[in-house]
T-cell receptor
């Protein structure tokens, strides 16, 4: 079993839709949870960072962490064609951040 | 614009060549990383430098040799690579002891012929 599971998609939605992206994990020691957005042929860009359980909102993006279920989500409201990218979840156990484990990434297409 | 700069953006090299990838950041980060990413796969950690000392080496083949000349620079020296080493090589940085996520560079797309 992989430490982090993420559906690779692709996920195709119409412009304006609410998008839900998810990851599950098996390591209960994970405390730090991140979402990165990666456009084609570019490096990942940090979108959201969450420590432990709870919700965090930033503009059209909301990150949720449910440690009891070992499940994290990223919601995108009012999706735009410019949101079309691969979204990678990432998580780690220690504050050092050295051993961050990435999910496989979900490819998202937002159609105009 | 990204605050982590990688050069070159693209590199084609033969299996007998020696080349170097370069990474530079001026954010005061003291931990720097090399990741390798194949198409449609997540980044895989190769090396971590913390305060200019090699902290993690994920059993990467010796044909990859990292170097951290100072707190702002990170190099990856390449020698006798194989075609399967073709990938996007990503540099990232952060503050040690701080897990607020990485700042990645745009990467070097390496093709080994």
């Amino acid at each position: 079993q992989k430490e982090v599971e993420q559906d690779p998609g692709p996920l195709s939605v119409p412009e304006g839709a609410i998008v839900s992206l998810n990851c599950t994990y098996s390591n209960s020691a994970f405390q730090y949870f991140m979402w990165y957005r990666q456009y084609s042929r570019k490096g990942p860009e940090l979108l959201m960072y969450t420590y432990s359980s709870g919700n965090k909102e930033d503009g059209r993006f909301t990150a949720q962490v449910d440690k009891s279920s070992k499940y994290i989500s990223l919601f995108i409201r009012d999706s735009q064609p410019s949101d079309s990218a691969t979204y990678l979840c990432a998580m780690s156990a220690g504050a050092g951040g050295f051993k961050t484990i990435f999910g496989a990434g979900t490819r998202l297409f937002v159609k105009a | 614009d990204t605050e982590v700069t990688q050069t070159p953006k693209h590199l084609v090299m033969g299996m007998t060549n020696k080349k170097s990838l370069k990474c530079e950041q001026h954010m005061g980060h003291r931990a720097m990383y090399w990741y390798k990413q194949k198409a449609k796969k997540p980044p895989e950690l190769m090396f971590v430098y913390s305060y200019e000392k090699l902290s993690i080496n994920e059993s990467v083949p010796s044909r990859f040799s990292p170097e951290c000349p100072n707190s702002s620079l990170l190099n990856l020296h390449l020698h006798a690579l194989q075609p399967e080493d073709s990938a996007l090589y990503l540099c990232a940085s952060t503050y040690p002891g701080n897990n607020y996520g990485y700042t990645f560079g745009s990467g070097t797309r390496l093709t080994v012929v």
